[in-house]
């Protein structure tokens, strides 16, 4: 049996205040949106890869480790997989042996990991990375990656603009959010960048597929759970938002709940409101300069 990796002994972040707690009610949401994307694209492994042997997978900012498990569960027990989170409230109790949850940031992974993972897996870390960090992530899973190996990332693209354009509320809504994250420095729209982003880091054979997914009640039952799923990530900023002063919009929890809720009854019977998941995949190439 292989020795676990470690990740760090302790964890100094300077400052972490992401904007979606971690708390169960968003450890649920995670499990809800995981099924969501898996319907939506149909699978959730994208390079073409098989996982084998001693393959090592990586997952950044894993959350409640939905992908991880999913994953473990579906390949052979001798392919180890590795959750990484800078917070553990939503790692899962259970979880198939050869999946491990490990506290560790995705921005500075320890030294010994470089050229170990197969595949690393990173989804939906719009609410928590600043735009340099998006480089930096990429940057250092380059550099734990395998020659040959694969990265996939998946955040959702700017046509939520166009679910947020569908009603005052909405757009108050979005005027509320916008103004919290360009405070921090974060992308409205990574899924744009992120093609430039891996090849800049040294990423070859990029690959980007889309999917529309509604977020509406008039589109089946995959429009009803995405429409729980955005709303209920908004909820959750809340708490940030208000905190930060409400940006002159709000001035209470209550009253930036009441402006979600009223968004999303903007959204509910409306078949336009749908918004776009995009993946991008691409390969560290076998000979590099740090490598061959
Ligand atoms: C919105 S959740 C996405 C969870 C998971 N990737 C998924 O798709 O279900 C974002 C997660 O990233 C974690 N996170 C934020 N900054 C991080 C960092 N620098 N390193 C590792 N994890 C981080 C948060 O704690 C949170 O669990």
Redesign the pocket.
Known sequence: MEAALSGQKSLR?PY?D?L?P?DRY?RDR?NL??EI?KQAFGRILFPPIRLGGNDRVL??????G??VTNVANNVPPTVHLYG????PF?FPERHPPNAHFLV????DMPAEWSNTFTLA?????????SQK?WHR?AQETFRVLKPGGYVQL?ELDARLHQVLALGPRSRRLEEVANAIWHERGMLTDPASVLPDVLTECGFENVVIETRDVPVNRRSGAMGALHLYNISQ?YREMGEAIVRAGGYGIVSSLREFTDLVVAAREEWAENEAAVATFVMVYGRKPLLTLESG
């Open positions: 972040l972490v992401i979606l971690n968003e995670l949106h995981h994307i997952d950044c900012g894993t959350g409640s939905a992908w990484i989170d800078i917070d939503s560790q940031s995705t921005l897996n990173q989804r939906m870390l719009v609410s928590a990375f960090d992530s998946l990530a």
